[in-house]
């Protein structure tokens, strides 16, 4: 069971969200951040989130601004507008009554949960399944067209199946965004999913976020995933390993 959600971006433009419903009481709340630009309905955010709910926790998880059913261009976006979109889906969800205990992401999204995680209302705990320590380790995605991007300010870039125009400011805010002092200033139980034969984003960024995190810190190993989760059974898994961590961190406010 799903509802189909909207809310304002820190930007301006509207967000569209699905809300995974529990089929029965929940027995929390939660926000989840999809990767680089992969959208909601991604299989690593649809299947976790999916899994969640009938696990008792309700999850919002929505597209970042220009992709899927979101309004806005996405080249105005940028890390940094990312993380504050990541704020305002916690902020939506506490006012409509069911505040977020937990806030995860994948990948890229991972990384942006890191950085918003203490101002996010209401949130107890995070989790990060895949994710980078280094926000700019999406720049070799885009490599290609940087030499356009710096000369004329924006270039266009193919994904997916799709034309993306990135922008000079976007990249210079993912260069500038540094995520040590986040970790380590958490201060929330966290909970780090990542892959060995993670081809995409290495297993040291796992250890390197777990090094940098103070406890309560957990990692598990998602043994046999690829980056994306398509495999048989792989969101699912990891879906299932968030829903027993956060029992802890559930319950009556």
Same mark, same amino acid.
């Given at each position: 069971m799903?509802?189909?959600?909207?809310?304002?971006?820190?930007?301006?433009?509207?967000?569209?969200?699905?809300?995974?419903?529990?089929?029965?009481?929940? @027995?929390?709340?939660?926000?989840?951040?999809?990767?680089f630009?992969?959208?909601?309905?991604?299989?690593? %955010?649809?299947?976790?989130?999916?899994?969640?709910?009938?696990?008792?926790?309700?999850?919002?998880?929505?597209?970042?601004?220009?992709?899927?059913?979101?309004?806005?261009?996405?080249?105005?976006?940028?890390?940094?507008?990312?993380? !504050?979109?990541?704020? *305002? %889906?916690?902020?939506?969800?506490?006012?409509?009554?069911?505040?977020a205990?937990?806030l995860?992401?994948? +990948?890229?999204?991972?990384?942006?949960?890191? %950085?918003?995680? @203490? *101002?996010?209302?209401?949130?107890?705990?995070?989790v990060?399944?895949?994710?980078?320590?280094?926000?700019?380790?999406?720049?070799?995605?885009?490599?290609?067209?940087?030499?356009?991007?710096?000369? *004329?300010?924006?270039?266009?870039?193919?994904?997916?199946?799709?034309?993306?125009?990135?922008?000079?400011?976007?990249?210079?805010?993912?260069?500038?965004?540094?995520?040590?002092?986040?970790?380590k200033?958490?201060?929330?139980?966290?909970?780090?999913?990542?892959?060995?034969?993670d !081809?995409?984003?290495?297993?040291? !960024?796992? +250890?390197?976020?777990? @090094?940098? %995190?103070?406890?309560?810190?957990?990692?598990?190993?998602? *043994?046999?995933?690829e980056?994306?989760?398509?495999?048989?059974?792989?969101?699912?898994?990891?879906?299932?390993?968030?829903?027993?961590w956060?029992?802890?961190?559930?319950?009556?406010?």
């Amino acid at each position: 069971m799903a509802e189909r959600v909207t809310f304002p971006s820190a930007t301006g433009p509207m967000l569209a969200g699905v809300i995974d419903l529990p089929d029965g009481p929940a @027995r929390g709340w939660g926000v989840f951040s999809h990767g680089f630009t992969l959208g909601k309905d991604s299989p690593a %955010a649809a299947r976790i989130c999916k899994q969640l709910a009938s696990d008792g926790i309700g999850m919002l998880r929505f597209d970042a601004l220009g992709l899927g059913g979101s309004e806005g261009d996405w080249g105005d976006g940028s890390f940094t507008v990312k993380v !504050n979109d990541i704020i *305002e %889906a916690c902020k939506f969800m506490a006012e409509r009554g069911t505040p977020a205990d937990i806030l995860a992401g994948h +990948s890229w999204g991972g990384a942006a949960v890191l %950085a918003a995680a @203490r *101002e996010c209302p209401g949130v107890r705990a995070v989790v990060t399944v895949g994710a980078p320590i280094d926000p700019a380790h999406v720049e070799h995605q885009y490599d290609a067209c940087l030499e356009q991007v710096f000369a *004329e300010g924006s270039g266009q870039w193919m994904v997916g199946g799709k034309t993306l125009t990135l922008k000079r400011a976007f990249v210079e805010d993912v260069r500038e965004a540094k995520l040590h002092h986040k970790i380590k200033g958490l201060k929330l139980p966290l909970l780090i999913l990542h892959s060995p034969t993670d !081809n995409t984003v290495g297993i040291q !960024n796992a +250890s390197d976020i777990f @090094r940098t %995190a103070r406890h309560p810190r957990s990692f598990v190993s998602l *043994e046999g995933s690829e980056h994306l989760l398509t495999g048989p059974g792989q969101a699912h898994r990891a879906g299932r390993i968030i829903g027993a961590w956060a029992d802890a961190y559930l319950g009556t406010r």
